[in-house]
Structures are given as structure tokens and as C-alpha cells.
């Protein structure tokens, strides 16, 4: 199976994926819009994966390559592509598919608990309630015919499957920890205190507690997908 991998930020790298697609001898390529925002034939890949980054979907007119970034997320997917989305990469997706995208009413950053909301395949394998990485500030409607998946306290949109080929994940369990690191290095201005932003210090200890064991729900997941 060949990947192909769309990367927003320098820092926002696909992590614990790529060492999935490493450890099954997958073959990978990317985009980095930061660096060339030139999209690949549908007809070179199996599976599209997008990363995160601090963009809104909504922010064409800031982004030159974003419009050219959607048109090809959409026809990846009319294409039955296996097409995964990670924070804004699920927001994307969300669009691509119809659904609004656009900025929730809290933030929601650190390490906080996500809840499954009904039994599927493709969840099977997490727990009923896990704790996973999160840094985001817009959110979406579920696309339409979209199983929901994930919910928080603070944000009901957390993840969905389409058609057993599209899902999108609002959090971040592909993190390891220089990806976390990166995060708050270059996004720390973001880390202003509430009930769902934690600051830098309780992020990095709580990592110790729980990054461990998100590769292996990644795993989980990634495998569980392409199984589908």
C-alpha cells in the first residue's frame, strides 16, 4: 500500500503514522504546502492522510494552495480513496463532504478525555473512554450519512467514518513526544488557561502519563481502518 501524506506545518509531522506505515512496509510520499504545494494523480496512491496545522478551513483568501488542497481531498474521496483527516485535516474532510466548518466557542488544548459514542469496528479496540492529545479551536457539523464516532465535554465533534473509506479525527493520538514539543513550542501563545486549555507545564507532565500509550491506539486505529 502507498500513502500519501499532506503536512500543514513543519512541526505538525504525521508522528506515530508514519511509523505505522514504516512497520508494515508501506510505501509514503507528501506534501508539504509550506514548501510545494503540488498534489499527486489519485491513480499513485491507496491512502491519503492530512495533518493538522493552525489554519481554518475557512481562510482561502490567507492560503493560496488551500483551494487547489480541497479539490483534491474531494476527488480523493470520489475516488474511493482510504482518506483520513487529523484535526484540520478532519475538518477538510467535514467540508469536502458539505458540512460547515467554524470557530467553536472554547478552545480545547491538552491532554483531556474523549468519550466513544457507539460501537463500530473501526473504535472496537479503544477503550469506552480514553485520554488523548488535543489542540484545536474551530469545529464542524457531522457530514452527512457520517457515523459519529468520538465526543468530548467540551466539543461533540471529535471523530466519524464515511462509507468505511473516509474518517476524520479532531485529536491528535499520533503524537510522540518532539511532536508535542513542537506543538507547544510554536503555538504556546494559544495556551491561555481554562477548564479545556491546559498550560504548558501540566501538558508536559501529563505527557509522561499518557504518550506512551497512544501509538498503540494509533495503531489500533490505523489498522482497524484500512481493514474496513
Same mark, same amino acid.
Given at each position: ?5 499532506? /503536512?500543514? +506545518? ?5 508522528? !506515530? ?8 512496509? =508501506?510505501?509514503? !510520499? =507528501? ?22 496545522? &493552525? ?7 490567507? =492560503? ?22 487529523? *484535526? ?58 457520517? &457515523? ?6 467540551? *466539543? ?16 491528535? +493520538?499520533?503524537?510522540?513526544? #518532539?511532536?508535542?514539543?513542537? +506543538? ?10 481554562? #477548564?479545556? &486549555? ?6 508536559? !507532565?501529563?505527557? /509522561? /502519563? =499518557? ?14 481502518? &484500512?481493514?474496513?
Amino acid at each position: 500500500m502507498h500513502i500519501h501524506f499532506i /503536512q500543514h +506545518m513543519p512541526f505538525e509531522y504525521p508522528g !506515530s503514522i508514519a511509523d505505522w506505515a514504516t512497520e508494515n512496509t =508501506y510505501t509514503t !510520499s =507528501y506534501t508539504k504546502v509550506f514548501e510545494d504545494a503540488t498534489f499527486p494523480s489519485t491513480d499513485t496512491f491507496d491512502m491519503l492522510v492530512i495533518m493538522g496545522g &493552525v489554519m481554518g478551513v475557512y481562510e482561502e483568501g490567507e =492560503y493560496d494552495w488551500m483551494p487547489a488542497e480541497k479539490a483534491f481531498i474531494k476527488k480523493s474521496i470520489e475516488a474511493k480513496k482510504k482518506v483520513l483527516g487529523v *484535526c484540520l485535516g478532519a475538518q477538510f474532510i467535514a467540508e469536502a463532504m458539505g458540512a460547515k466548518v467554524f470557530p467553536h466557542t472554547t478552545k480545547e488544548i491538552g491532554w483531556l478525555p474523549v468519550e466513544k459514542v457507539i460501537s463500530h469496528a473501526l473504535t472496537e479496540k479503544l477503550p469506552q473512554t480514553f485520554t488523548t492529545f488535543h489542540w484545536h479551536g474551530d469545529t464542524f457539523t457531522l457530514p452527512e450519512s457520517a &457515523v459519529h464516532l468520538f465526543k468530548t465535554q467540551a *466539543c461533540a465533534q471529535q471523530g466519524f467514518v464515511y462509507n468505511n473509506h473516509v474518517a476524520g479525527l479532531q485529536f491528535h +493520538m499520533e503524537v510522540k513526544e #518532539d511532536l508535542l514539543n513542537g +506543538m507547544t513550542e510554536n503555538e504556546r501563545a494559544e495556551l491561555i488557561k481554562n #477548564d479545556f &486549555v491546559q498550560t504548558e507545564d501540566e501538558i508536559k !507532565s501529563l505527557m /509522561q /502519563q =499518557y504518550i506512551s500509550e497512544q501509538k498503540k491506539m494509533m495503531f489500533d486505529f490505523l489498522n482497524a481502518f &484500512v481493514a474496513l
